[in-house]
C-alpha cells in the first residue's frame, strides 16, 4: 500500500515555478502509484492568474482536486483555536493529511509542525519540505 502525498500550496508554487526537484518528486510519486491530494482550499492560497500559472492550470486539471467539506472546516477551525493561528489553509492540510494517512509536502515545515502538535495526532503525519 502506498501513502498518499498532500500538497500545499508551497508545493503548487513550485510546480508553477517549474522547480525540478519538486517536479522529480510528483513523477516518483506518480510512478509509485500514490494518490495526490490537493486541497480546493490550497488551491485557493496558490491561484493568482490563469494567464501567468498555465503550467500550474494543466497539473491541476490531471490532479484530483478535494472540496472541504463541513466536517473538516470545523476540524480545522478548531485547529487554529488550539494552535492560536489564523492560518485556516495549513489547518486544513493537517487535517485532511490525518484523516488520509497523508505525507504533507509544504515550503512552511515549522507551521505545519505546530499545528500537528496543537493536534496531538498520533502517529502524526510526516512532513516533507518542498
Known sequence: ????????????????????????????????????????????QAWRDSRRQVRLGKFLAARRVVPVGLETAKAAGILCGKARTADIVDATVVVMAASLGAIIWTSDPDDIRDLIDAQDIKPAPVIRTV
Not at 503548487?12 to 516518483?28: E, K, P, T, V
Not at 502509484?33 to 485557493?44: E, L, Q
Request: net charge negative; hydrophobic share 50%.
Open 1 to 44: 500500500m502506498n501513502i498518499p502525498y498532500l500538497y500545499d500550496a508551497g508545493a503548487l508554487i513550485a510546480i508553477d515555478n517549474n522547480d525540478r526537484h519538486m517536479w522529480a518528486r510528483h513523477s516518483l510519486a506518480l510512478e509509485d502509484g500514490r494518490d495526490i491530494h490537493v486541497p480546493a482550499v490550497v488551491v485557493s
